[in-house]
């Protein structure tokens, strides 16, 4: 089955860009997301994109999509303190139901 | 209105007791998820409803027991549960025949003593 992998832990200072990488084993994906969740929360989705796209950017989000070696990132540029938070990488959109979530990267901002 | 709504936020409830989870979203979404997640670990799926019928179940213990009573409700009935079932437990819901992305609720953080 589909494999999604994700770094635990991640720290930066407030102010830097934090980037969170992603990879996976099923090219199959037509949709890849990311997910945030704070403390006690569900999951809220953050961004997503096509797989025929090679990046996104939204704001201080930037994604990068890289096929060929099955990579995925998120980049938050001037993170701050409020970003602190268990961000997902998740696969989905293979025609079925299921969402496939990777084991998610906690992201710590030092003040 | 783009909120899945999930009562209540905390449960502490006996391993002889019936209680259950409430779900609700008003979004026109036909595909309702359960999920189930541990601390510090991913949502694993429990059910998946679509039109309101039962399209997966991840070999869950029936003790567990939902129920989509319309295309706007879903429920978990719970009955003689374990200390180790002790979770978050999440509801989600997308639209069927777009973009997958799920919307998800605050979950309802259940203790089993």
């Known amino acids: 089955g589909e494999d999604v992998e994700q770094s635990l832990f991640l720290s930066v200072r407030e102010g830097d860009s934090s980037v969170i990488n992603c990879t996976y084993t099923?090219?199959?994906?037509?949709?890849l997301y990311w997910y945030k969740q704070e403390p006690g929360a569900g999951l809220q989705l953050l961004t997503y994109?096509?797989?025929?796209?090679d990046m996104k950017q939204d704001q201080r989000l930037t994604v990068l999509l890289n096929k060929k070696d099955k990579h995925l990132s998120l980049r938050i540029a001037d993170t701050q303190t409020g970003d602190s938070a268990i961000y997902f990488c998740?696969?989905?959109?293979?025609?079925?139901?299921?969402?496939?979530f990777g084991a998610g990267t906690r992201l710590f901002v030092k003040a | 209105d783009t909120e899945v709504t999930q009562t209540p936020k905390h449960l502490v409830m006996g391993m002889t007791n019936k209680k259950s989870l409430k779900c609700e979203q008003h979004?026109?979404?036909?595909?309702m998820y359960w999920y189930k997640q541990k601390a510090k670990k991913p949502p694993e799926l429990m059910f998946v409803?679509?039109?309101?019928?039962?399209?997966i179940n991840e070999s869950v213990p029936s003790r567990f027991s939902p129920e989509c009573p319309n295309s706007s409700l879903l429920n978990l009935h719970l009955h003689a549960l374990q200390p180790e079932d002790s979770a978050l437990y999440l509801c989600?819901?997308?639209?069927?025949?777009?973009?997958?992305?799920?919307?998800f609720g605050s979950g309802t953080q259940l203790s089993v003593l």
């Open positions: 099923d090219s199959s994906s037509t949709y």
């Open positions: 989600a819901s997308r639209s069927v025949t777009t973009n997958e992305k799920l919307f």
């Open positions: 979004m026109g979404h036909r595909a």
């Open positions: 994109i096509f797989s025929n796209m």
């Open positions: 998740a696969l989905g959109g293979t025609g079925g139901f299921k969402t496939i």
């Open positions: 409803y679509s039109y309101e019928k039962l399209s």
